[in-house]
T-cell receptor, first 116, second 114 residues
């Protein structure tokens, strides 16, 4: 496996379900990101993890719960979602160095979520 | 706060003609600028970036971008468009701070017709 891998690619869930999205990066990067892409909206940054520590949470509802057990894996746990949460969820990784230097983000193929 | 704007929702061009997808930016400090492409039901693919140096940046698939500080622009260009270039293009700027996160424009759909 190379790059950034996201599973599942497609997920349909009811509003009372609990599910998780998984992201794995094989690039040796130290930062990982969750973005949400809705129809006709720009990409919205949800969470940032740097060196396995959450460094940003962009006012995301608590029904979305991220987890970063190590620098290669990132999860997004989903619980009691709403139909408006239906979107493409994109995971990305990058290498962040000292002084704020960072390379480009590498994205996975995304997980298409539909909430019924 | 850092931001980018893509003034065109869609750009139409005939195959073989040059293409330009526009992007303007607003930053405090030095801009770190990026272009990505997204094909249907796929993730974003990195095309090119400007960090410092030459104002003309060359990237993947024959794309290039011109950094213009006086006009605060970073337009994406290609001398000869292909039908396969039809996709959604995003301009992005690195946000201030040390998380490496990118702030994206709203995207421009490029339609190349045979």
């Amino acid at each position: 496996e190379t790059g950034v891998t996201q599973t599942p690619r497609h997920l349909v869930m009811g509003m009372t379900n609990k599910k998780s999205l998984k992201c794995e990066q094989h690039l040796g990067h130290n930062a990982m990101y969750w973005y949400k892409q809705s129809a006709k909206k720009p990409l919205e940054l949800m969470f940032v993890y740097s060196l396995e520590e959450r460094v940003e949470n962009n006012s995301v509802p608590s029904r979305f719960s991220p987890e970063c057990p190590n620098s290669s894996h990132l999860f997004l746990h989903l619980h009691t979602l709403q139909p408006e949460d239906s979107a493409l969820y994109l995971c990305a990784s990058s290498q962040v160095g000292t002084g704020g230097f960072a390379g480009e983000l590498f994205f996975g193929e995304g997980s298409r979520l539909t909430v019924l | 706060a850092q931001s980018v704007a893509q003034p065109e929702d869609q750009v139409n061009v005939a195959e073989g003609n040059p293409l330009t997808v526009k992007c303007t930016y607003s930053v405090s400090g030095n801009p770190y600028l990026f272009w990505y492409v997204q094909y249907p039901n796929r993730g974003l693919q990195f095309l090119l970036k400007y960090i410092t140096g030459d104002n003309l940046v060359k990237g993947s698939y024959g794309f290039e971008a011109e950094f213009n500080k006086s006009q605060t622009s970073f337009h994406l260009k290609k001398p000869s468009a292909l039908v396969s270039d039809s996709a959604l293009y995003f301009c992005a700027v690195r946000d201030s701070g040390n998380t490496g996160k990118l702030i994206f424009g709203q995207g421009t759909t490029l339609q190349v017709k045979p």
